[in-house]
């Protein structure tokens, strides 16, 4: 019945929503065909189907507003729009939103001029193309309007001295019914607005529990085999698993109030409220996450370090036999978690009310979760800065003390890069290390693995970097008596002021040019 296709294109609407739905819906579910078959009824003139046309159009409308859902469609593409001209050409009897929903699409479909000029032309000749609708369909609607059209003449003629009362009370009922269906189709995206919100809060829940019983698992299966081991101390198994149970405690105290909250299906429409609440009592506890995920790389280091030890081996298949994860897949899921809980916030607050009590407690949840993310990304990113300044330090010797080099306030590493420099009648291999505020130059010292301090150079304003002209190399080359190779398309110079330009050679073009690019953004 239209009742039941009403319901479903709506369902559709709002499904539709979703990037990743969308996806979903055309690539799994071919949804396209059952579009197709829903605007190939024939047309009856009820309000219903006014609706199915235009809840169909706002689904096609949907779908192309996805960059992702272009490709999977591209084929069926024309017979949508012979369809979608079809709900254009009997505009006068839906309601305008629909005609304009139906233009809207056809103008966004990007068709050139041309095609799209021919097609108008056809809707308003009634000449498109037959295969888009029934054999009769068009038959049928013009005897229809014909019919119409002669009994409303016929009650023009019978009836002219009431026809004003009659017209006003036929609009009046005819707006009446609009708007009760009107109403009727906005009951049915909140209910189907619900269930997906209800949908999304278990989903919270269960994929909590999931999570803390992998890291369950993670314990049992390999922290504990590990530390058993009598070279633990030496595999530096604690430290891999030094912060493990500080997040396994955290997310435990919140599943269990996840789980508690949607046990209540008798108060679910406090469901939004409470889930809301939580969260954003929870968000400083999550932030005793931010250690691990600082800890994150050396970790990684610290197991593949250990993973070719035949003890450390016999460990971890036998873990993966029984869980099939390895311990990668374990100790990532920290990483992903906090980021999830935010995109379901997010999708949760899609789904309700903007005038909503719960709406702005979960927007307030979501971007409290977010500002946790945000926390652990620069605790991050300040213990990656900590670790190269260290490394740096320890691989460059002979820094001269009075520089305060590694003293600087506000010093941040951006990039390392090997290059070839002119020096005394010869080239030889520099170490760029690119600051912030300073570019450091090392000699590699042989097979030692150390480098040698060579220079700084401080960036201003003064600095330029730029590609060196064929005179300024043959300037160089009879100073140094260098007659090698150049290689004048991967050479760059940094000057400052009126000093000697430095001449460097990178290894191709594209280095150049990245390099020229990353020493000016700094040196501004």
Same mark, same amino acid.
């Given at each position: 019945?239209?009742?039941?296709?009403?319901?479903?294109?709506?369902?559709?609407?709002?499904?539709?929503?979703?990037?990743?739905?969308?996806?979903?819906?055309?690539?799994?579910?071919?949804?396209?065909?059952?579009?197709?078959?829903?605007?190939?009824?024939?047309?009856?003139?009820?309000?219903?189907?006014?609706?199915?046309?235009?809840?169909?159009?706002?689904?096609?409308?949907?779908?192309?507003?996805?960059?992702?859902?272009?490709?999977?469609?591209?084929?069926?593409?024309?017979?949508?729009?012979?369809?979608?001209?079809?709900?254009?050409?009997?505009?006068?009897?839906?309601?305008?939103?629909?005609?304009?929903?139906?233009?809207?699409?056809?103008?966004?479909?990007?068709?050139?001029? *041309?095609?799209?000029?021919?097609?108008?032309? +056809?809707?308003?000749?009634?000449?498109?193309?037959?295969?888009?609708?029934?054999?009769?369909?068009?038959?049928?609607?013009?005897?229809?309007?014909?019919?119409?059209?002669?009994?409303?003449?016929?009650? /023009?003629?019978?009836?002219?001295?009431?026809?004003?009362?009659?017209?006003?009370?036929?609009?009046?009922?005819?707006?009446? *019914?609009?708007?009760?269906?009107?109403?009727?189709?906005?009951?049915?995206?909140?209910?189907?607005?619900?269930? /997906?919100?209800?949908?999304?809060?278990?989903?919270?829940?269960?994929?909590?529990?999931?999570?803390?019983?992998?890291?369950?698992?993670?314990?049992?299966?390999?922290?504990?085999?590990?530390?058993?081991?009598?070279?633990?101390?030496?595999?530096?198994?604690?430290?891999?698993?030094?912060?493990?149970? +500080?997040?396994?405690?955290?997310?435990?105290?919140?599943?269990?109030?996840?789980?508690?909250?949607?046990?209540?299906?008798?108060?679910?429409?406090?469901?939004?409220?409470?889930?809301?609440?939580?969260?954003?009592?929870?968000?400083?506890?999550?932030?005793?996450?931010?250690?691990?995920?600082?800890?994150?790389?050396?970790?990684?280091?610290?197991?593949?370090?250990?993973?070719?030890?035949?003890?450390?081996?016999?460990?971890?298949?036998?873990?993966?036999?029984?869980?099939?994860?390895?311990? /990668?897949?374990?100790?990532?899921?920290?990483?992903?978690?906090?980021?999830?809980?935010?995109?379901?916030?997010?999708?949760?607050?899609?789904?309700?009310?903007?005038? +909503?009590?719960?709406?702005?407690?979960?927007?307030? +949840?979501?971007?409290?979760? !977010?500002?946790?993310?945000?926390?652990?990304?620069?605790?991050?990113?300040?213990?990656?800065?900590?670790?190269?300044?260290?490394?740096?330090?320890?691989?460059?010797?002979?820094?001269?003390?009075?520089?305060?080099?590694?003293?600087?306030?506000?010093?941040?590493?951006?990039? !390392?890069?090997?290059?070839?420099?002119?020096?005394?009648?010869?080239?030889?291999?520099?170490?760029?290390?690119?600051?912030?505020?300073?570019?450091?130059?090392?000699?590699?010292?042989?097979?030692?693995?150390?480098?040698?301090?060579?220079?700084?150079?401080?960036?201003?304003?003064?600095? !330029?970097?730029?590609?060196?002209?064929?005179?300024?190399?043959?300037?160089?080359?009879? !100073?140094?008596?260098?007659?090698?190779?150049?290689?004048?398309?991967?050479?760059?110079?940094?000057?400052?002021?009126?000093?000697?330009?430095?001449?460097?050679?990178?290894?191709?073009?594209?280095?150049?040019?990245?390099?020229?690019?990353?020493?000016? *953004? /700094?040196?501004?």
């Amino acid at each position: 019945t239209n009742k039941t296709r009403l319901y479903s294109v709506v369902s559709l609407v709002s499904l539709s929503t979703n990037t990743e739905n969308c996806v979903i819906m055309v690539e799994s579910y071919d949804i396209i065909p059952v579009l197709k078959s829903v605007l190939s009824v024939p047309y009856v003139g009820s309000t219903d189907h006014n609706n199915i046309i235009r809840y169909t159009c706002l689904t096609l409308q949907n779908l192309f507003k996805q960059e992702d859902v272009i490709q999977f469609i591209h084929e069926s593409h024309l017979d949508i729009v012979d369809l979608l001209i079809s709900v254009i050409l009997y505009q006068n009897d839906l309601p305008s939103q629909a005609a304009q929903n139906a233009l809207d699409y056809l103008s966004s479909t990007g068709l050139s001029d *041309e095609k799209y000029d021919e097609f108008m032309t +056809a809707v308003k000749e009634r000449k498109f193309a037959q295969r888009a609708t029934p054999p009769n369909f068009i038959a049928e609607m013009e005897a229809r309007e014909k019919k119409e059209d002669q009994e409303k003449l016929l009650q /023009q003629q019978n009836y002219a001295t009431t026809s004003n009362t009659n017209d006003q009370h036929y609009h009046e009922d005819k707006e009446k *019914e609009q708007k009760t269906n009107g109403n009727e189709v906005d009951e049915m995206l909140q209910i189907e607005n619900k269930k /997906q919100s209800t949908f999304l809060m278990h989903e919270m829940a269960t994929t909590e529990e999931a999570y803390v019983r992998s890291l369950h698992q993670l314990v049992e299966y390999y922290r504990i085999p590990l530390s058993s081991l009598k070279q633990a101390e030496e595999f530096r198994i604690n430290t891999i698993f030094s912060n493990i149970d +500080a997040v396994i405690n955290v997310h435990i105290e919140l599943r269990d109030r996840l789980q508690t909250i949607v046990s209540q299906p008798q108060s679910r429409d406090t469901w939004p409220e409470k889930i809301a609440q939580l969260f954003i009592e929870k968000a400083s506890s999550l932030e005793k996450v931010s250690p691990y995920i600082e800890n994150f790389d050396f970790m990684m280091a610290l197991v593949n370090a250990i993973s070719k030890e035949k003890k450390v081996v016999k460990v971890f298949e036998e873990a993966k036999k029984k869980t099939n994860l390895n311990i /990668q897949s374990y100790l990532i899921m920290p990483i992903q978690r906090i980021p999830r809980l935010e995109l379901m916030l997010r999708d949760l607050l899609k789904k309700v009310d903007k005038t +909503a009590k719960e709406y702005f407690l979960i927007e307030k +949840a979501m971007n409290d979760i !977010k500002n946790v993310a945000h926390f652990c990304n620069t605790k991050k990113e300040q213990a990656d800065q900590k670790h190269q300044m260290n490394n740096i330090q320890l691989s460059v010797r002979n820094i001269p003390q009075n520089l305060k080099f590694f003293e600087t306030k506000g010093k941040v590493f951006i990039e !390392k890069g090997i290059f070839r420099f002119a020096s005394k009648g010869r080239f030889i291999s520099i170490i760029f290390y690119l600051f912030n505020d300073s570019i450091l130059l090392a000699l590699a010292d042989g097979g030692s693995g150390f480098q040698n301090y060579h220079s700084v150079i401080p960036l201003s304003k003064k600095v !330029k970097v730029s590609d060196v002209s064929s005179e300024e190399l043959l300037k160089i080359s009879a !100073k140094f008596s260098i007659t090698a190779n150049w290689q004048q398309d991967c050479c760059f110079a940094i000057r400052s002021g009126k000093d000697q330009p430095l001449i460097f050679v990178a290894k191709t073009v594209t280095d150049k040019d990245d390099w020229i690019q990353k020493i000016n *953004e /700094q040196a501004k």
